[in-house]
T-cell receptor, first 111, second 115 residues
Framework: GQQLNQSPQSMFIQEGEDVSMNCTSSSIFNTWLWYKQDPGEGPVLLIA?????ELTSNGRLTAQFGITRKDSFLNISASIPSDVGIYFCAGQNQGAQKLVFGQGTRLTINP | GAGVSQSPSNKVTEKGKDVELRCDPI?????LYWYRQSLGQGLEFLIY????????KSGLPSDRFSAERTGGSVSTLTIQRTQQEDSAVYLC?????????????FGEGSRLTVL
């Protein structure tokens, strides 16, 4: 089946630093999404991308839908303690309901 | 309630026992999904419901796993003859099908530990 590869698997950064993570797929998706999971909770949608090449921002978050439709990246600027958590990329095929998720990037921030 | 509700939040069982996990989706959401999250792993799709029917159950790992949904609302995931490798967090999510924005609303999950 389709698989998404996220990198890095984990990140340890200082507060205030910028963060970059990405996701690649062996097949194309029509929608790319980024979710965040806080400890003990379910994932929550951060950004959704619907068009190849699209660049979207949500506050300090910026994400792009790769032109090949096989990749996406997420950037976080000026990290703060509440950014700690696991970030998942997800892909959705046209007409499909389910999402295919990556393995996640665990972000840890040192104050 | 306002969000997706799952119960129990934690379940410890012995190998070989059956377990039932319950999901109460957001009112009015016709689509319901079950995912499994193993330690350090991503979210593994199990099954998707549209109303009471399951057009996609391709992710169920074996015939020990089954799920049903009644009244277009509450869903139950049943695992028979549990094995240690079934230990994971089982996440339920719901969505408004016609929006099809990719936004799933997740519950907090049911953590299953099989001894």
């Amino acid at each position: 089946g389709q698989q998404l590869n996220q990198s890095p698997q984990s990140m340890f950064i200082q507060e205030g630093e910028d963060v970059s993570m990405n996701c690649t797929s062996s097949s194309i998706f029509n929608t790319w999404l980024w979710y965040k999971q806080d400890p003990g909770e379910g994932p929550v949608l951060l950004i959704a991308l619907y068009k190849a090449g699209e660049l979207t921002s949500n506050g300090r978050l910026t994400a792009q839908f790769g032109i090949t439709r096989k990749d996406s990246f997420l950037n976080i600027s000026a990290s703060i303690p509440s950014d700690v958590g696991i970030y998942f990329c997800a892909g959705q095929n046209q007409g499909a309901q389910k999402l295919v998720f990556g393995q996640g990037t665990r972000l840890t921030i040192n104050p | 309630g306002a969000g997706v509700s799952q119960s129990p939040s934690n379940k410890v069982t012995e190998k070989g026992k059956d377990v039932e996990l319950r999901c109460d989706p957001i009112s009015g959401h016709t689509a319901l999904y079950w995912y499994r999250q193993s330690l350090g792993q991503g979210l593994e799709f199990l099954i998707y419901f549209q109303g009471n029917s399951a057009p996609d159950k391709s992710g169920l790992p074996s015939d020990r796993f089954s799920a049903e949904r009644t009244g277009g609302s509450v869903s139950t995931l049943t695992i028979q003859r549990t094995q240690q490798e079934d230990s994971a967090v089982y996440l339920c999510a719901s969505s408004r099908t016609h929006a099809n924005t990719g936004e799933l609303f997740f519950g907090e999950g049911s953590r299953l530990t099989v001894l």
